[in-house]
């Protein structure tokens, strides 16, 4: 495959059967159910938010608002600030980002090598505590441009125009069920409204932890944390709240079962996906699977 | 003798709002029991049902994490500070610890 732009391999990621975990569920194992993981992790920046960040960074070039002279800034729990850093270093603009001090060696690595700068927010107020800072950073300052992914319509728009489009073409317009977790929310609220545009009966289902203090990295326990504007409720049809120990172990059993190396919050969208089977007679059911466990390995 | 505890922002609802505690203990586990006599409830948060420390949360000694010294038994003194950090992703992987 040759491309004239790294930003040309973003998105099209494979969509996979999930063929062993949850088969003592009948209708997973009759195949009148089925579950397919969505791999973002196939993406140049190994995650989902390179859809997003690409589609942000592009819009304020188209817009005029992103030149040469500026620096982009955002806040991040990670994956968001490897994908500006990527594209930054692609494009040719610098990047600075701002993150929780506790996210992983790994993410910071990444950012680093890219070339982008990282200011460090406080540890105990986790991504929230980012979002502080970065407001505080853009306020009163010209050079730098501010995509405030929480905020952006861009970021949701990303997922309309290449997730949502995807997913219903792979699947031949059988899904009818998308499962997603909620950070920024632009997955869930792109992709569903996307999805309800093909067929207004398939089901959107957002996934959060149960509790404000979790280990799912990128997810928002949204009760508890500044609500992103792009977030919209009323457009998802349930929400189901996981919690941290669970989906670290199913994390374990995707990596050895299929084959599947992802993150924590794909593991929490799989057991969402798992009780969704369970209640179904026959489906389809989409979990999207935002990153690669790599990132997660940390020092074990 | 007292340990400054430092409480991350979700667990700051039981603590009335407070990111500093001072609480007692020769350990880690004391401190923590301590902790869990002033705002009952907190204990929960931290061990999980079999009554291990959550992997996802990481507690420092000073700047120390606790799982490369002596666990929960990690002995702690008089001007130590503990800190409980939510791990994030930080230490724990897929492959467990």
Known sequence: MKIESLLEAVGKTPLVPIRHIGQEIKALHSGQVKIYAKLEYFNPGGSVKDRPAARMVQEGIRSGQLT??????????????????????????????????????????????????????SPMEG????????????????????????????????????????????TKGQITHFVAGIGTSGTIMGTGRRLKTFNKKIQIIAVEPNDPLHGLEGLKHMASAIVPGIYKEKELDDKFQMATEPAYEICQRLAREEGLVVGHSSGAAMLAALKIAETLKEGLIVALFPDHGSRYLGHS | ????????????????????????????????????????????????????????????????????????????????????????????????R
């Not at chain 1, 955002?74 to 270093?89: F, K, L, P, Q, R």
Request: charged share 25%; hydrophobic share 35%; glycine share 10%.
């Open chain 1, 68 to 121: 040469k002279d500026k620096t982009i800034l955002d806040a991040t729990s990670g994956n968001t600030g490897i994908a500006y850093a990527w594209i930054g270093a692609a494009l040719g603009y610098k990047v600075e980002l701002v993150m929780p001090e506790n996210v992983s060696l790994q993410r910071k690595e990444m950012i680093l090598a890219c070339g982008a700068k990282i200011t460090y927010s």
């Open chain 1, 127 to 170: 991504s929230d505590g980012a979002i502080r800072l970065v407001k505080k950073i853009a306020e009163n300052k010209k050079d730098y441009f501010f995509p405030d992914q929480y905020n952006n319509p861009m970021n949701p728009q990303a997922h309309y125009d290449s997730t949502g489009v995807e997913i219903w073409e792979e």
């Open chain 2, 1 to 96: 003798m007292a340990i400054k505890v430092r409480i991350p922002t979700p667990l700051q609802k039981l603590t009335g709002n407070q990111g500093e505690i001072d609480a007692k203990g020769v350990t880690v586990n004391e401190v923590l029991a301590d902790l869990e006599k002033q705002f009952p409830g907190i204990k929960g948060r931290l061990y999980d049902e079999k009554g291990a420390l959550r992997r996802f949360i990481n507690f420092y000694v000073n700047n120390e994490d606790i799982r490369f010294l002596k666990g929960e038994t990690t002995p702690i003194k008089e001007g130590d500070e503990l800190s409980i950090v939510p791990a994030i992703a930080g230490g724990v992987g897929v492959t467990g």
